[in-house]
């Protein structure tokens, strides 16, 4: 248990469907983040939120939205994605961007049909 | 940040020690090496970190060489349960640097 709760753990989403990944921590950490991690791949960095402000943005299309209303939640939407976004979704917080540690979620098992 | 280098996989017997090396040969002076661990379809979890000094804690050693330009995780009893991609970063404690993930070594304990 690592203090960062996403949900769900597996979702099964259709091309044409649109749903939300949710990320929670309580932690007191001012910075989230949105990592995926597709098939034999390493880990991607797609956004960073630093006290619920969007910091970064790494050239991710605009089919994943995220949201962060306050420092303890972070979503990211989803709508019309492509099979080749079927990947695991890790949320990830840290004290801060300078970050000595992070800690990450179990991640949600994406699979898009 | 400076880029690193790991071997791609390497196996350990159950009791013994791991000694995971990491290459960072152009490591600046204010980066620090971290050591995350990635269990199967889980979430990174955080192990140690460590600027020049050696450092220790419940779940591993880091030893740093002097020149700073490598580095050796070390797991002192290895168990089943490390069996795991270890992966090892080297940032600047700044908001500026990212916390990004190369492709680690798969370590494999066996019994």
């Known amino acids: 248990e690592t203090g960062v709760t996403q949900t769900p753990r597996h979702l099964v989403m259709g091309m044409t469907n649109k749903k939300s990944l949710k990320c929670e921590q309580h932690?007191?950490?001012?910075?989230m983040y949105w990592y995926k991690q597709s098939a034999k791949k390493p880990l991607e960095l797609m956004f960073v939120?630093?006290?619920?402000?969007?910091?970064e943005n790494n050239s991710v299309p605009s089919r994943f939205s995220p949201e962060c209303p306050n420092s303890s939640h972070l979503f990211l939407h989803l709508h019309t994605l492509q099979p080749e976004d079927s990947a695991l979704y890790l949320c990830?917080?840290?004290?801060?961007?300078?970050?000595?540690?992070?800690?990450f979620g179990q991640g949600t098992r994406l699979t898009v049909v | 940040d400076a880029k690193t280098t790991q071997p791609p996989s390497m196996d350990c017997a159950e009791g013994r020690a791991a000694n995971l090396p990491c290459n960072h040969s152009?490591?600046?002076?204010?980066?620090?090496v971290y050591w995350y661990r990635q269990i199967h379809s889980q979430g990174p979890q955080y192990i140690i970190h460590?600027?020049?000094n050696n450092e220790t804690n419940e779940m591993a050693s880091l030893i740093i060489t002097e020149d700073r330009k490598s580095s050796t995780l070390i797991l002192p009893h290895a168990t089943l349960r490390d069996t795991a991609v270890y992966y090892c970063?080297?940032?600047?404690?700044?908001?500026?640097?990212?916390?990004?993930f190369g492709s680690g070594t798969r370590l494999s304990i066996r019994p």
């Open positions: 460590g600027l020049k």
């Open positions: 970063i080297v940032r600047v404690y700044s908001s500026a640097s990212k916390i990004i």
């Open positions: 932690l007191g950490h001012n910075a």
């Open positions: 990830a917080s840290s004290r801060d961007r300078a970050g000595a540690e992070a800690f």
């Open positions: 152009t490591i600046s002076g204010n980066e620090y």
């Open positions: 939120y630093s006290l619920e402000e969007r910091v």
